[in-house]
């Protein structure tokens, strides 16, 4: 059964500096990965994906990702955070065939100005 | 803006009234499927349809029921509310076979007193 872990259950950062949320996920193919970002009071919006090809990709906000399949990870990466990332960030595991991922806990991040 | 769309987006009920909470999406994605958020829990499956005409449990089934009206439309069912459905409820859609993540709606908030 497919697994994620999300080690971090908080995360503080100054505004301006960089980011890295960790994802570790457990899989026996090649998993389909996503990111998620849920503001206070509203929905998950999707940050970005990977399904195949280019292991770094690029999601909106200015956030990206690498799969790295020699550690089962998918870490978020920001260069430089804004006060309006303030969230909870989801990663999630699918697989094809399989109509449903699977969440991690969520990692919540707090900027301070 | 397409999308997935819930009514209501609060709801208070009383211990053993019923109430159907409604989620349409107009993206053509052929999964849909119903989620509890609870703090500490994360995101809990209540029941999916992986496709029209096809319901599945989910990982907390029990007390809810669900209906694939068709392709767009995916409700969920409170036969005999009880406090412990107190929650917020996510209605989400996909398309895995087009390499579509999930789109959620922005979540129903309910009380059971």
């Known amino acids: 059964a497919q697994s994620v872990t999300q080690p971090d259950i908080h995360i503080t950062v100054s505004e301006g500096a960089s980011l890295e949320l960790r994802c570790n996920y457990s899989?026996?193919?090649?998993?389909?990965l996503f990111w998620y970002v849920q503001s206070p009071g509203q929905g998950l919006q999707l940050l970005l994906k990977y399904f195949s090809g280019d292991t770094l990709v690029q999601g909106i906000k200015g956030f990206e990702a690498e799969f790295k399949r020699s550690q089962s990870s998918f870490n978020l990466r920001k260069p430089s955070v804004h006060w309006s990332d303030a969230a909870e960030y989801f990663c999630a595991v699918g697989a094809l065939g399989s109509y449903i991922p699977t969440f991690g806990r969520g990692t919540s991040l707090i900027v301070h100005p | 803006n397409a999308g997935v769309t819930q009514t209501p987006k609060f709801q208070v009920l009383k211990t053993g009234q019923s109430m159907t909470l409604q989620c349409a999406q107009d993206?053509?994605?052929?999964?849909m499927y119903w989620y509890r958020q609870d703090p500490g829990m994360g995101l809990r499956l209540i029941y999916y349809s992986a496709s029209e005409g096809t319901t599945d449990k989910g990982e907390v089934p029990n007390g809810y029921n669900v209906s694939r009206l068709n392709k767009r439309e995916f409700s969920l069912r409170l036969e005999s509310a009880a406090p412990s459905q107190t929650s917020v409820y996510f209605c989400?859609?996909?398309?895995?076979?087009?390499?579509?993540?999930?789109?959620f709606g922005s979540g129903t908030r309910l009380t059971v007193v």
């Open positions: 993206m053509n994605h052929n999964s």
């Open positions: 899989y026996g193919a090649t998993p389909y």
């Open positions: 989400a859609s996909s398309d895995w076979d087009r390499a579509v993540g999930y789109t």
